[in-house]
């Protein structure tokens, strides 16, 4: 066991799913040409007055509900100031002293133990625009289509202790946002991204060490692997006797590694004031009744009731209810199925989460829709098509949207069930494996297997396992 305890706070930023930005009407769009979605405003040109888009502190406070927090009704916008090409205005519009949420909480389960991650606040904010640097032409551009794109930035409290505790409080924040339907959680594409504080401090101690931020994680794999590599880089300060600096840095996805980006900045460098701009935001607290009202069935709630109504595994519960497309594609082949909910979660998490992993297609855009899932399961529970055969045509399904029962019908599948036709595949497999026959008789009953594997191998898959194994066990009785 190790000397030291790990401590990790994330800082996460979400974009909203808002079409304009937070302070203009310019588009959100993401891959447009660079500074396509640009105006004056966004551009921090001189004179120009920004103005709050109504849908983000609607966003920011459902947040802030589906999290626990108190939704303050009187907030108030500041200038966080510092000097980066990306940044136009030599200032971002952001919230310090007073944000529109604080003081919530997570719950996250790791290795079966519950445990609360606590929330310090929920701001808004606008984001910068996008340094490209350019090797080939030894120059760098700023493109600023991001710049003025709404945030809300969700800080923890530094109740983590470990990588895998950080991955799914990651995981738990991004499943809530896609339920609130407010960000699309990409995290490639930078819609969710984390900063990681970290430190590490020894055991029983109860001041924390000196932390570093890490930047630069686009991935929950980059997230775990660079929180590993930064404990292991600190402990390893410590034990010889050095210690750690307060910094940002940059994580190095192809090395694995984290290395220094700059000294770490704290809240008085930023200079913040509230923004002259911009009178404090003042929410009426019926209006955020009804916000209260809008919320969904959140992924917790969802879990319990999916383990409850369907007799389901916490395991199988957790991956169905990550996120909102799987939870309702699974419930929509429950309705369609008819049959045990258990059964349809055994296909969705082993066949359909795999091929969605792979593919990238979402659950609710997957051409074998629900009902067609179900009418798959249909077509082996009533022994037209035997498991091997339901399973071994999944992806093609899953790709081509078909109709199983054409398709199986098309590709001659249909699970071979005649006694007289099936009697005579296991005459000839008897008949061409003497040795095994006398084994079988003198006790290797696990010879049944290679018996079965003949006649399914005649069969090219097809025969219907049932009738076989009661007719090789009548003839080698």
Known sequence: MSRYETVIGLEVHAHLKTRTKIFCACSTTFGQEPNENVCAVCSGMPG???????????????????????????SVFARKNYFYPDLPKGYQISQFELPICE??????????????VGLTRIHMEEDAGKNIHSAAENASFVDLNRAGVPLIEIVSEPDMR?????????????????????C???????????????????????????????????????VQKAIEYEVARQIDLVEDGEK?????????????????????????????????????LVLDASRV?????????????????????????????????????????????????CGEARKVAN???????????????????????????????????????????????????CASGDDPAEYVRARGLAQVSDAGELEAMVDRVISENPAEVEAYRGGKTKLMSFFM??????SKGQANPGVVTKLIQQKLS
Not at 57 to 73: H, R
Not at 162 to 182: H, K, M, N, P, Q
Not at 252 to 267: I, L, P
């Open 48 to 74: 120009v007055l920004p103005v709050l888009n109504a849908r983000v502190p609607e966003f920011a406070a459902k947040m802030g509900l589906a999290t626990g927090c108190a939704v303050n009704l009187k």
């Open 103 to 116: 003081h919530g909480r997570v719950v996250i389960e790791v290795d079966g133990k519950r445990k609360e």
């Open 162 to 182: 470990s990588a895998e505790e950080a991955v799914a409080y990651l995981r738990e924040l991004r499943s809530i946002l896609l339920y609130l339907d407010i």
């Open 184 to 222: 699309d959680g990409n995290m490639e594409e930078g819609s969710f991204r984390c900063d990681a504080n970290v430190s590490i401090r020894p055991v029983g101690q109860d001041a924390f060490g000196t932390r570093a931020e890490l930047k630069n994680l686009n991935s929950f794999k980059h």
């Open 244 to 280: 750690v600096i307060q910094e940002t840095r940059l994580y190095n996805a192809d090395k694995g590694t984290t290395h220094s980006m700059r000294g770490k900045e704290e809240a008085h460098d930023y200079r913040y004031f509230p923004d002259p701009d911009l009178v404090p």
């Open 289 to 337: 009744e009804e916000w209260r009202g809008e919320l969904p069935e959140l992924p917790s709630a969802k879990r319990v009731r999916f383990m409850a109504e369907y007799g389901l595994a916490d395991y199988d519960a957790a991956l169905l209810t990550s996120e909102l497309a799987v939870a309702e594609y699974y419930e929509a082949a429950v309705r369609a199925y």
């Open 347 to 397: 296909w969705v998490v082993g066949d359909l989460l795999p091929f969605l992993g792979e593919t990238g297609i979402v659950a609710g855009h997957c051409p074998l829709t629900p009902e067609k899932l179900a009418a798959l399961l249909i077509l082996v529970d009533d022994g037209t098509i035997s498991v091997k055969i339901g399973k071994d045509s999944f992806r093609d399904l």
């Open 453 to 458: 594997g003949q006649v399914m191998r005649l």
